[in-house]
């Protein structure tokens, strides 16, 4: 995502009321912080955040929480979400890899992954988000009943993604090469990525998994 760094991005990311600072002290507190114990759903690499903006509108018993690492990208994120008043949606501004840092075992209900960087190079597997060091890591913070949900354009992370869910012990319930010809695309809600290779008449694959114990 090529942006023109905002000096000012940092500090509106800061201030702005949805961004949860210093998140690793409200670990094993979240329904504390939303004030109440509906299920917590967690878009890892949220991007400019329409996707979230969306859904906090049309299903307000869920809480929702994006995370990003960069502060310029949030800070698009945190105004689009401007224009809904939804008091259950909060935002991270940190690295994916800590997450284990800011959620409990079985906190999470559902993790999202939405278009994430593919890291084509071999050498750099490690970054994506679905190599088993990441996986684990989800697993730990899902519920027993949690799920993971993948949407890419890029047929190798599918493949590899697959091959690594079958690594770690995680079980496929839906799956579809072809996501928006599919009977799971009814209620979906396109991110800003998924528009854009959809527009270009590119298949979107999907799946969405669940730890065999989530922990
Ligand atoms: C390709 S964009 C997709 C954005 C959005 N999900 C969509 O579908 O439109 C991937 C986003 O994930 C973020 N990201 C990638 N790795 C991350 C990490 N380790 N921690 C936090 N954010 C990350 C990037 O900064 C970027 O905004």
């Known amino acids: 995502m090529r942006l023109r760094r905002k000096p000012y991005a940092k500090e509106m990311v800061q201030k702005h009321p949805r961004v949860v600072l210093e998140p690793e002290r409200v670990k094993g ?9 509906r299920p917590i759903h967690v878009e890892l690499g949220t991007g400019k955040g329409r996707f ?12 929702w929480i994006g ?22 949606l909060r935002f991270l501004w940190m690295d ?21 960087d593919p890291w084509p190079k071999k050498r750099h597997a490690k970054r994506r988000l679905t190599h088993h060091r990441f996986l684990n890591l989800y697993r730990k913070i899902l519920t027993p009943s949690g799920t993971l949900q993948l949407k890419t354009d890029n047929e190798s992370l599918f493949a590899f993604t697959l091959e690594e869910l ?15 010809r599919s009977p799971y695309a009814r209620e979906n ?20 998994a669940r730890p065999s114990s989530a922990y």
């Open 29 to 37: 507190f979240w329904k504390e912080l939303f004030g109440n114990d």
């Open 52 to 63: 979230l903006s969306t859904v906090c509108r049309m299903h307000p018993r869920i809480n």
């Open 67 to 88: 995370v990003e690492r960069i502060e310029d990208v949030l800070l698009q994120a945190c105004r689009k979400s401007d224009e809904t008043d939804c008091d259950n």
């Open 96 to 116: 994916i890899q800590h997450l284990n840092e800011v959620f409990a075992e079985g906190e999470v209900e559902k993790i999202l992954l939405h278009f994430s």
């Open 166 to 180: 079958e690594h770690c012990g995680f079980r496929l319930l839906e799956f579809s090469r072809d996501f928006h």
């Open 189 to 208: 809600v396109q991110t800003e990525y998924e528009e854009k290779f959809s527009e270009r008449g590119l298949p979107i694959y999907y799946l969405l």
